[in-house]
């Protein structure tokens, strides 16, 4: 299942480590198999474990505890909503709550149009700036009032569409 330039992808993350802490490089590896295939499936656990010489509930542990690894397809669009306490204190629910209704999906679904996944998240780090909120883990939004939420959701929308509404 992993193909060649895959494997390349992965012995450049491998040869940051000592020989014998291959191990080390499966959060990378999960990033790669992500960025390429949109998710993290199951065959592709038991890849990358087969490749790190790791067992392959070790590399489910891993993929089932960071936010950041997809077990499923999801949007073009990943918004992660932080619900930790700090955030909750500041809207973090009411704007996760704001997003099911603006997208007509709720927490944990995609959009009909495949566009958007929505999920809440654990603690992003940025508490004094909630709510928060994470675009395809990696573009922090903070403080997330409803007239920022239709921004970056319109923009986002408008953006897949080429421009057009």
């Known amino acids: 299942m992993i193909s060649e330039s895959t494997k390349a992808r992965f012995a ?5 480590y000592p020989a014998e802490q291959a191990q080390s490089a499966v959060m990378a590896c999960l990033a790669i198999v992500q960025q390429e295939q949109g998710f ?19 590399v489910h542990e891993v993929t089932t505890f960071y936010n ?4 499923h397809e999801c949007g ?9 306490l700090p955030c909750q204190l500041r809207d973090g629910q ?10 007509g999906v709720r927490m944990g679904e995609t959009t009909a149009d495949g566009l958007f996944t929505l999920q809440q998240s654990e603690c992003l780090g940025a508490c004094a700036d909630s709510p928060v909120m994470l675009v395809n883990d990696r ?4 403080f997330m009032s409803e007239e920022k939420l239709d ?6 929308r408008s953006a897949s ?3 057009t509404r």
């Open 139 to 142: 573009a922090m939004c903070s």
């Open 94 to 103: 009411t704007a996760l709550h704001y997003l099911e209704k603006k997208l």
């Open 40 to 58: 993290v499936s199951t065959d592709a656990e038991r890849d990358v474990a087969a490749y790190l010489g790791m067992a392959p509930m070790a």
């Open 12 to 16: 450049r993350e491998v040869a940051k």
């Open 161 to 163: 569409s080429g421009g």
């Open 151 to 156: 921004q970056l959701v319109d923009g986002l």
């Open 76 to 84: 073009k669009y990943k918004l992660n909503v932080c619900t930790n």
């Open 68 to 71: 950041m690894y997809s077990q």
